[in-house]
Structure formats: structure tokens, C-alpha cells
T-cell receptor, first 115, second 117 residues
Framework: KQEVTQIPAALSVPEGENLVLNCSFT??????LQWFRQDPGKGLTSLLL?????REQTSGRLNASLDKSSGRSTLYIAASQPGDSATYLC??????????????FGSGTQLTVLP | GAVVSQHPSRVICKSGTSVKIECRSL??????MFWYRQFPKKSLMLMAT?????????EQGVEKDKFLINHASLTLSTLTVTSAHPEDSSFYIC?????????????FGPGTRLTVT
């Protein structure tokens, strides 16, 4: 059974700092990996999607990498801003026994960017 | 990008009543939709996979008679919480992927906050 771990659970940084969020997964037989952002009491906002054949994706100040063989992904946030404060979730997509492409979520990293 | 809506966004009901939550894909067809549950300060836990025109597949530990799922069309799945109890209070989120899209990127609804009193 796929297990997804995110480290650290919480992170507090001053504004302007570059930071890295980590995600690891136990089963490398994945078809994609998604990073999401969740604000308190809200739904999920998709940030980046990396297919299993890709090594990284970039969007603005965000860069996500994927090393499938070692079961790791990182989300790099450049020049952090207070508006980046949120919980960041990593989710790994794999084929279920019923042929559906299911996502398994990590427990998230709660990021606080201090002004 | 593809849009998924949920209705209602918030619902408060009395213990023992049933509540229906709708999940719609607004601009794409979704043969498969997923229902998740999220407890405060916790991650999303998959409850069930909803397949259009067939029975849902429930994850271990999820009572199928309590959480009824119907996926009657390619754009609508419903989750009915039957005989709700306070412990069913939670944030319920649905997702879907586009039928013709090979990336299988999941698009998420905004969630429904259920409070059972």
C-alpha cells in the first residue's frame, strides 16, 4: 500500500526566503504526482502536476522535482511571500486494483511566511 | 482548466437526518469521480471511487450503507450521508479526472463542510 510522507510538518520562515518542501513515497510505480495548496477551511488549489516520465515542472516561483526511483519529490518556493502561507499537500497517483487512477495524499506541510 | 463544483458548500443538519452532497464537472465529462473526507488539520482520506453507471468502490473501513454514492451521469456524482451523527461532521471533497485526458490530472471541488448537531 502506497504511503506518502511530507517533511517538515510545519515550517515558519521570514519573507523573501527560498524554501524546500519534501515529499517521499514508498511505491515507485506511480503515473503522476501533484502538489496542492490548501488555505484554512478551503478546498485544494492545484499547483503543479508531474507525470512519471518527467523530472520537474515549473510555474512562476514554484518548481517541483520528481525522482521516481528514490521515491522523492520536492517543491521549491523562491522568494517566499506572506501570501504563500498555507498547507501544501503532495499527492501520488497510482493505478488502483479497480483500474482507477487514485491519489494518495501526504499529511501536508503547514507553511507560515512571516512579514 | 477543468472546473468541479460542489453543492452545498456548507450544511448543518440534525442527528438522524440524511444529507446529500452534489459534485459536478462543469466543462468536461468524468467517468470517474472520487470522494474524500478531511478531518481538522488532517490530510485527505479517500472514501470511495465513483464510476458512472456502476457501483462505487469503497475504501476499507468506509460503510457503504452509510455513505451512499450515485454517479448517474458523466457530470454528476452524489454522496448521501444517511442517518448522520455528530462524528460524521467533516469536510467532504470530491474530485474528477477528464475522460479524454491521458494525464489523469484530478480536479477538485471546493468542498462541503458538514456539521451534524
Amino acid at each position: 500500500k502506497q504511503e506518502v510522507t511530507q517533511i517538515p510538518a510545519a515550517l515558519s520562515v521570514p519573507e523573501g526566503e527560498n524554501l524546500v518542501l519534501n515529499c517521499s513515497f514508498t511505491d515507485s510505480a506511480i503515473y503522476n504526482l501533484q502538489w496542492f495548496r490548501q488555505d484554512p477551511g478551503k478546498g485544494l488549489t492545484s499547483l503543479l502536476l508531474i507525470q512519471s516520465s518527467q523530472r520537474e515542472q515549473t510555474s512562476g516561483r514554484l518548481n517541483a522535482s520528481l525522482d521516481k526511483s528514490s521515491g522523492r519529490s520536492t517543491l521549491y518556493i523562491a522568494a517566499s511571500q506572506p501570501g504563500d502561507s498555507a498547507t501544501y499537500l503532495c499527492a501520488v497517483g497510482a493505478l488502483s486494483s479497480g483500474s482507477a487512477r487514485q491519489l494518495t495524499f501526504g499529511s501536508g506541510t503547514q507553511l507560515t511566511v512571516l512579514p | 482548466g477543468a472546473v468541479v463544483s460542489q453543492h452545498p458548500s456548507r450544511v448543518i443538519c440534525k442527528s438522524g437526518t440524511s444529507v446529500k452532497i452534489e459534485c459536478r464537472s462543469l466543462d468536461f465529462q468524468a467517468t470517474t469521480m472520487f470522494w474524500y473526507r478531511q478531518f481538522p488539520k488532517k490530510s485527505l482520506m479517500l472514501m470511495a471511487t465513483s464510476n458512472e453507471g456502476s457501483k462505487a468502490t469503497y475504501e476499507q473501513g468506509v460503510e457503504k450503507d452509510k455513505f451512499l454514492i450515485n454517479h448517474a451521469s458523466l457530470t454528476l456524482s452524489t454522496l448521501t450521508v444517511t442517518s448522520a451523527h455528530p462524528e460524521d461532521s467533516s469536510f467532504y471533497i470530491c474530485s474528477a479526472y477528464e475522460r479524454e485526458q491521458s494525464s489523469y490530472e484530478q480536479y477538485f471541488g471546493p468542498g462541503t463542510r458538514l456539521t451534524v448537531t
